[in-house]
């Protein structure tokens, strides 16, 4: 009996330790870096409610448009809650999108969230794929402004501009601190680099083509 309540515990202990974004507890927690009379809840400290003011709440200039000139044509404005910290412990934080012509936001993956994505300017071919359990289908459409599609927790996805002008997409996503990993700079460009006997065998290439692409990726950062 003591020995399953001992595994009760540390199960209990591992499992909010690893939690997504928990339930609200409080009306508000905005996050406060001094820790200072704060509380740890699973994200960031959270200054005293009663000296919180209105700016915490606020974040602005989502409606300008950033420089899209880099290599795939493509940036991200991410309010989270580093940039907002009043989203601290609320699960939910936005990104604005520009895309250049042909400007595309490379296959990620949000380790921490679902994304819905709403197109505001623009034509964007925007796609999923789905795991390995479900045949790895691409599930893709074309978005023009006003239309609203979803990635799904954790899939691998990506939006690529194919109007003839630039493009804007808003999306929202379920945590307050989705994180990203791309995944192509994830398994090319890591530091240090995958050992190429791991790639070679993972894409069925040569070394060759694994040192071309590595090279891709660290001529970027
Ligand atoms: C915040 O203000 C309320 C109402 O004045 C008070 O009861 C509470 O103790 C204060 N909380 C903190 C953490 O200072
Ligand atoms: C885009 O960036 C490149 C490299 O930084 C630069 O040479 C080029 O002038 C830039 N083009 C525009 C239109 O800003």
Same mark, same amino acid.
């Given at each position: 009996?003591?020995?399953?309540?001992?595994?009760?515990?540390?199960?209990?202990?591992?499992?909010?330790?690893?939690?997504? &974004?928990?339930?609200?507890?409080?009306?508000?927690?905005?996050?406060?870096?001094?820790?200072?009379?704060?509380?740890?809840?699973? /994200?960031?400290?959270?200054?005293?409610?009663?000296?919180?003011?209105?700016? &915490?709440?606020?974040? %602005?200039?989502?409606?300008?448009?950033?420089?899209?000139?880099?290599?795939?044509?493509?940036?991200?404005?991410?309010?989270?809650?580093?940039?907002?910290?009043?989203?601290?412990?609320?699960?939910?934080?936005?990104? %604005?999108?520009?895309?250049?012509?042909?400007?595309?936001?490379?296959?990620?993956?949000?380790?921490?969230?679902?994304?819905?994505? =709403?197109?505001?300017?623009?034509?964007?071919?925007?796609?999923?794929?789905?795991?390995?359990?479900? /045949?790895? %289908?691409?599930?893709?459409?074309?978005?023009?402004? /006003?239309?609203?599609?979803?990635?799904?927790?954790? =899939?691998?996805?990506?939006?690529?501009?194919? /109007?003839?002008?630039?493009?804007?997409?808003?999306?929202?996503?379920?945590?307050?601190?989705?994180?990203?990993?791309?995944?192509?700079?994830?398994?090319?460009?890591?530091?240090?680099?995958?050992?190429?006997?791991?790639?070679?065998?993972?894409?069925?290439?040569?070394?060759?083509?694994?040192?071309?692409?590595?090279?891709?990726?660290?001529?970027?950062?």
């Amino acid at each position: 009996m003591k020995l399953f309540v001992a595994l009760l515990v540390s199960a209990l202990a591992i499992s909010s330790s690893f939690a997504f &974004d928990p339930s609200q507890l409080q009306d508000i927690c905005v996050a406060v870096d001094e820790p200072k009379n704060a509380v740890f809840v699973n /994200g960031k400290f959270c200054k005293n409610p009663n000296l919180t003011v209105a700016d &915490d709440f606020l974040f %602005r200039g989502i409606n300008i448009p950033r420089d899209t000139n880099n290599s795939v044509g493509s940036i991200v404005t991410m309010v989270a809650v580093d940039q907002l910290p009043g989203l601290n412990t609320l699960g939910i934080s936005l990104a %604005r999108i520009d895309y250049a012509p042909s400007g595309l936001n490379p296959p990620h993956i949000h380790p921490r969230a679902t994304e819905v994505i =709403m197109c505001v300017q623009g034509e964007l071919y925007v796609g999923f794929v789905l795991s390995n359990q479900l /045949g790895n %289908r691409l599930v893709t459409r074309i978005l023009k402004p /006003g239309d609203v599609f979803v990635f799904p927790f954790a =899939m691998i996805h990506f939006q690529l501009n194919i /109007g003839k002008t630039a493009a804007v997409a808003i999306s929202s996503l379920s945590s307050q601190n989705p994180g990203v990993i791309t995944i192509a700079n994830a398994v090319f460009g890591s530091k240090p680099l995958i050992d190429p006997k791991v790639l070679t065998k993972a894409f069925q290439v040569d070394k060759k083509t694994i040192d071309y692409l590595e090279s891709q990726f660290i001529s970027i950062k």
